[in-house]
Each structure stands twice: as C-alpha cells, then as structure tokens.
T-cell receptor, first 118, second 116 residues
Framework: NAGVMQNPRHLVRRRGQEARLRCSPM?????VYWYRQLPEEGLKFMVY????????ESGMPKERFSAEFPKEGPSILRIQQVVRGDSAAYFC????????????????FGPGTRLTVL | AQSVAQPEDQVNVAEGNPLTVKCTYS??????LFWYVQYPNRGLQFLLK??????LVKGSYGFEAEFNKSQTSFHLKKPSALVSDSALYFC??????????????FGIGTKLQVIP
C-alpha cells in the first residue's frame, strides 16, 4: 500500500512566481490535511479537505493561498505571488475514516515539499 | 479550543539512559493523544496513540507513553535511549467528541539528542 506522496520534494521559486504543491493521499483515504513547518514554529495546520470540499481553512492565509482536492487527481496547494516568508516545508497528511486496524485515527504524512523563495 | 504544550525545546540524554519527552494538553472533551517522530528531511511518522483503555500505551521502536488525566499529560518515554532515536518529536491532540471532523493540534516539537 503506497504511502502519502508529495511532489515536488524541493521547489525553488523567485518572488512573485506561483508555487503549486501536490499531494496524493494513501489509497482509500479521502481526507487530506496541509501543514506548514517553520524551524521555530513547529507544525501549523493550514487546511483540511475532503474530496471536492474544503472543510476547514482556518489556518490558511486569506490572500495568495488556496487549496483544492478534486474528485480525480491529487490535492493541490497553490501559493500565488510567493514571498520570502513563504519559504518552509509543507506537509500533507491523509486520514481514512473508519479504516480498520490501528490506522483508524492517526494521520499518515507525506515526505513534504520544501519551498525556497529567492 | 484544544492545545498542546511541549515545554522543552530540546532534551539531551546519554545513550542507554531512560528518556522522557514531556507533553501536556488541553481539550474540552475526551482526548485522543498521539506522538509522532520526524527524522531530518522526512515527514512525520506515527509512534503511538491513546484513545481509551490502559493509561500506558506502547508503540513503535520501544517507545511508550503514559496518559495522566489529572495532570493532563501524555509524556513519551523509553527505558534505554539509542543514538538512532535522535529526532524531532511531536505530541498531538484531538478532541474525541468532535464528531466526524478530525482536527488535530500539534505541539511545536521537542528535539531529542541522544549522546553516545
């Protein structure tokens, strides 16, 4: 069973460009979370999505950031007009509600995308 | 609102000694508690969880954690530390009564350094 996949693993953008981060959840998982990790701030929740629905975007900046999880394909976190402060590691996690076994509550994390804004 | 506190930025321990990484939480309902580990340049890996039942929970790599309701704590422990345990450890909490929406709050992480 393939784990959570994220690409690219590393992304370099210049100020003002767009960054697009992709996340494919574990097979059978329909819940996706995005987190941002900064060295001194730990792991910060950004957004929680189910297929075709944004459930909670309370951690997402109001401007320039958007997320989607279409019916087909990966979840996308989009950052428009990037600034240096957007440089961070972005992690995606998936969750399968009502999954059997020990994995029925914890989230499964991808390896992350490290965004560097020059 | 739920919250998690990890009071120590870093914990240093000699190899072979017992280790403890502290975590306290605040949640309105019954807590679901988790520990994750992050190795450099990797995503978080699940270690163990407390949902209900025995207060002492055993997890991966010889780690265990003790749920203490009166002290609202869920400290991570290991009887004998290994150098390979050196990593960043995150405690997390979810309100068990939040229904179908599983919002999990993470602590800021504690860096564990095991000294040879």
């Amino acid at each position: 069973n393939a784990g959570v996949m994220q690409n690219p693993r590393h992304l370099v953008r210049r100020r003002g460009q767009e960054a697009r981060l992709r996340c494919s959840p574990m097979k059978g998982h329909s819940h996706v979370y995005w987190y941002r990790q900064l060295p001194e701030e730990g792991l910060k929740f950004m957004v929680y999505l189910q297929k075709e629905n944004i459930i909670d975007e309370s951690g997402m900046p109001k401007e320039r950031f958007s997320a989607e999880f279409p019916k087909e394909g990966p979840s996308i976190l989009r950052i428009q007009q990037v600034v240096r402060g957007d440089s961070a590691a972005y992690f995606c996690a998936s969750y399968g509600q009502n999954q059997p076994g020990p994995g029925n509550n914890e989230q499964f994390f991808g390896p992350g995308t490290r965004l560097t804004v020059l | 609102a739920q919250s998690v506190a990890q009071p120590e930025d870093q914990v240093n321990v000699a190899e072979g000694n017992p280790l403890t990484v502290k975590c306290t939480y605040s949640v309105s309902g019954n807590p679901y508690l988790f520990w994750y580990v992050q190795y450099p340049n990797r995503g978080l890996q699940f270690l163990l969880k407390y949902i209900t039942g025995d207060n002492l929970v055993k997890g991966s790599y010889g780690f265990e954690a003790e749920f203490n309701k009166s002290q609202t704590s869920f400290h991570l422990k290991k009887p004998s530390a290994l150098v390979s345990d050196s990593a960043l450890y995150f405690c997390a909490v979810r309100d068990g009564w939040s229904g179908g929406y599983q919002k999990v709050t993470f602590g800021i992480g504690t860096k564990l350094q095991v000294i040879p």
